[in-house]
């Protein structure tokens, strides 16, 4: 069982910039396939971006890209998510997935492609 933890949400102004963070506790993190996810309060949760577990591919929600770049740190266990150029349309809960049995250089866009989830991290950014 792994556990994720997010961190790094808060309340900013459009046009601001956050980095998400998210620890897992697991000394393999190197073998997991890395995504994230956010959610409006009544609405579906949808795609951000993910990392292949090698790395080497990467993907992002149409919308996003240019303004959010994923990143990992294997040493320090974390997968970041860097956000620049905050909308207020960008505010939700951010999740970060991770599943270790995804291919080396697939990138999982669907949340069914991932088995473990974190709790969630509140992105409000105001006008």
Known sequence: Q???A???GGLVQAGASLRLSCAASTSTFYNY????FRQV????????AAMSR???NIDYAESLKGRF???R???KNTVFLQMNSLKPEDTAVYYCAADPGLGNSYVGTRESDYV???QGTQVTVSS
Do not use: C, H, P
């Open 2 to 4: 792994v556990q994720l």
């Open 6 to 8: 997010e961190s790094g």
């Open 33 to 36: 396939a890395m995504g994230w």
């Open 41 to 48: 309060l009544g609405k579906e949760r949808e795609f951000v």
């Open 54 to 56: 090698n790395g080497g």
């Open 69 to 71: 770049t994923i990143s």
């Open 73 to 75: 740190d294997n040493a």
């Open 116 to 118: 473990y989830w974190g």
